[in-house]
């Protein structure tokens, strides 16, 4: 089995290296591997920036470290900030098998009392993975990661695409709820959706350059992966990896941003951008 508190290897990478065959490589990194893909290129510029190979990390909402233990692995420093006892429990016991409990601290707090716990202007990146969807005022969440934000800064954010969900009820012959997402100011599909809010790429990239930083780049992720089905998948040798060179592929293609699961967005502040 791969490591799962490591990194997928770059999709990029990919392309040029053979892959280890079916079952050693699990179909979680299909989720992953273009928001790590990105994040990884984006930190890579901030360590060549700074001239320092330990960056300063903020996860807003990171809860059990999902992303906070494997970039304490790749040797920074991560703060994570979740409302939730159980997550951030489950948080320091990870880190502490991964043997980074010395990069990775874990603080009880929200993204709307951000700076109750943590300081303002003091991290190279800011994290806001799959939190935006949750917080009570969007705008508001997403200005207080920004402002979390050294001079020269990226954020990455995460967060659910409306087009995907319609997408993929429809697809499942639930095509009432399937309109009913499309026309929801919340992009839910009805009473029982368990996600509170979904968003546009058009909404996500207002919203960041709304916090003042300029949009870096946008990605579609998922945009294949929830739809096929497992067999498909899981029987062909070499089917999963085609499968993750396609969601590479077409990651970055403004097309398929409307279909997508989730969309990220990298935000870098004006001097990054800059720089
Ligand atoms: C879908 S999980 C994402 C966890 C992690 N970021 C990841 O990508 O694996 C959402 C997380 O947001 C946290 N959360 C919920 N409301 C929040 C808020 N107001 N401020 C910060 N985090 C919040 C939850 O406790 C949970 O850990």
């Known amino acids: 089995m791969s490591d799962p508190m490591r ?58 470290g999902n992303f906070a233990v494997p970039l304490a692995a790749l040797g920074h420093r991560v703060t994570v900030v979740d409302p939730s006892p159980n997550a951030l429990f489950a948080l320091e016991r990870r ?40 917080v009570d ?15 020269e800064g990226v954020l990455s954010l995460l967060a659910a695409g409306l087009g995907g969900a ?39 990239t207002a919203l960041v350059e709304g916090a003042g930083l300029t949009v870096g780049a946008v990605h579609g992720v998922r945009v294949f992966a929830d739809l096929v089905p497992g067999v498909l998948v899981d029987t062909e040798p070499g089917t999963l990896d085609a499968l993750l060179e396609l969601e590479v592929a077409a990651a970055e293609l403004p097309a398929f941003h409307s279909v997508a699961t989730q969309l990220h967005v990298l935000g870098e502040t004006p001097a990054a951008a800059e720089a």
């Not at 040029?16 to 928001?35: H, I, K, W, Y």
């Not at 502490?96 to 943590?118: I, M, N, S, T, Y």
């Not at 005022?137 to 001079?151: F, S, T």
């Not at 499942?172 to 996600?195: S, V, Y």
């Open 166 to 204: 319609v997408l993929a009820r429809a697809l499942a012959g639930h095509f009432k709820e399937a309109r009913q997402a499309l026309g929801d100011p919340d992009g839910r599909w009805g009473e029982g959706d368990p996600m509170p809010r979904r968003f546009t790429a058009e909404q996500l």
């Open 95 to 134: 880190a502490a098998e991964a043997g980074v409990a010395d990069r990775v601290r874990g603080v009880q707090g929200d993204a709307h009392g951000l700076f109750d716990v943590v300081e303002r202007g003091g991290y190279d990146a800011v994290l806001c993975h799959g939190v935006l969807e949750y």
């Open 137 to 151: 005022d969007p705008a508001e969440g997403l200005r207080n990661a920004v402002a979390a934000l050294r001079a």
């Open 7 to 64: 990194p997928p290897v770059s999709p990029h990478q990919h392309r040029t290296t053979p892959l280890r065959p079916g079952p050693a490589r699990p179909r979680a990194s299909l989720r992953t591997a273009v928001v790590w893909e990105v994040l990884r290129d984006a930190l890579d510029r901030r360590v060549k920036a700074t001239g320092r190979e330990s960056l300063d990390v903020l996860d807003t909402g990171g809860g059990s």
